[in-house]
């Protein structure tokens, strides 16, 4: 269902980047496509519904749509023609959280166990000020959050938690000593933006140290999606609710697909 989805979304953006013009008609359309393809997959209606409002908000709100040509416009300035890369932008990040699929613990061990063949090292922190060790917690400790087993639990994954207040300097050495996979970022607070400058100095360091493409890189918290994570140059974001199954599946089946390339 999720394979389905997830071209049915690809078609949709294909199609809208083979339109020779943007308009109202269109965007309409593609949005009815997206609509259906959501509800197909059995995303909850209210979920549906609140997407395709933001994306139409986003999308119809500029004023000039109907007449004008994406490449003649030139630059993101023209409203349609920044609405139609929202759009697209939008669609291929809810199209890459779409691709990690449902697998639940026993899957992921076995999924590990045959494609890798080794214990995938996972290292997570509450980076610099944040001192809420709950979300990080939820995902790798041992009891795991919402009867899901944390990553600690999984047999197929080293899982190191350094909990909270963590320096991004520690959490690099740390990820480094232990030949990590994966580093699991936490960022709980987000007051005056202090979790976009915190998220964002950890990459800067990875990228000054020329280790960020060593590393898939995850953050998470109540107020981060995969959308905002991949902006401030992560791998992958995951928002309330989520839960250790989910991050990883997208773990393994990211190391598996990196492996094949
Ligand atoms: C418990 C708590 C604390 C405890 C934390 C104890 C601990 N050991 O963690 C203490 C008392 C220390 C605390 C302190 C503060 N807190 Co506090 N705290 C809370 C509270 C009540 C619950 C948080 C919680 O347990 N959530 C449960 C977990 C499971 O949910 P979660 O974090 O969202 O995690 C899930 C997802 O987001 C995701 N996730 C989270 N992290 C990660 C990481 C990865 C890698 C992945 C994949 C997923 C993931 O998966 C998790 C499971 O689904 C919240 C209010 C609330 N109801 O949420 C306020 C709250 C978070 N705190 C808040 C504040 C302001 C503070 C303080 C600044 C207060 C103060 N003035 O001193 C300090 C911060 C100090 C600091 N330096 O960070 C605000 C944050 C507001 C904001 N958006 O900025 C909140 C929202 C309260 C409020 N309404 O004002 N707090």
Known sequence: MLENLTQRLSRVVK???????LTEE???EALREVRLALLDADVALPVVRAFVASVKERALGAEVIGS???G???GHKEPALAAHAELVRVLRALATEAEAPQLDYRQVNA???RELGRKV?????AIE????????DAIMNMKGFAGDYGLE????????NLGAQVPCERLVREAQERSADAILVSQVVTQKQVHARQLTKLVDLLEAEGLRDRYLLIAGGPRLSNTFAKELGYDAGFGPGSTPSQVAAWVATELIQRKGE
């Open 153 to 160: 639990r999984y047999p197929w994954i080293d899982a190191v």
């Open 111 to 113: 999924l590990i166990e």
């Open 68 to 70: 004008l040509t994406p």
């Open 121 to 125: 090292v996972v290292i997570g922190a």
């Open 15 to 21: 199609e809208l980047r083979g339109e020779a013009r």
């Open 72 to 74: 003649q416009m030139g």
């Open 26 to 28: 269109n965007i309409q």
């Open 129 to 136: 000020s944040d001192a809420h060790t709950v979300g990080i």
